[in-house]
């Protein structure tokens, strides 16, 4: 079975820096793309950034210049640095992969959790 486990988050000033990260786990043959989501108060879930297997990423325009996000292949993981926070950042924050559970099957998206990101003005 898939899963993706997800740390980081909390609570942090305007003006901080938060880190999140999310490991894919169990059995399957490979991750494509890694992407973070999140989901403010009240609004629906809207893409933050996302990184293809060969990392190149793409952002939201409200979060470029102050997010990055990367990836380790050979751990599986995805990161999400957030800099220069804004309270409307505050929002739970997902994770996305995209997995081939077997090597020719095509890839099927699976979701972290989610975890809590409060941005304090």
């Known amino acids: 079975q898939v899963q993706l486990v997800e740390s980081g988050g909390g609570l942090v000033q305007a003006g901080g820096s938060l880190s999140l990260s999310c490991t894919v786990s169990g059995r399957f043959a490979s991750v494509n793309g890694m992407a973070w989501y999140r989901q403010p108060p009240g609004s629906q879930r809207e893409l933050v950034a996302g990184?293809?297997?060969?990392?190149?990423?793409n952002y939201a325009d409200s979060v470029k210049g102050r997010f990055i996000i990367s990836r380790d292949n050979a751990k599986n993981t995805v990161y999400l640095r957030m800099n220069s926070l804004k309270p409307e950042d505050t929002a739970v924050y997902y994770c996305?992969?995209?997995?081939?559970?077997?090597?020719?099957?095509?890839?099927?998206?699976?979701w972290g959790q989610g975890t809590q990101v409060t941005v304090s003005s």
């Open positions: 996305n992969a995209e997995v081939r559970n077997r090597s020719f099957s095509l890839p099927y998206p699976y």
């Open positions: 990184v293809t297997w060969n990392g190149i990423t």
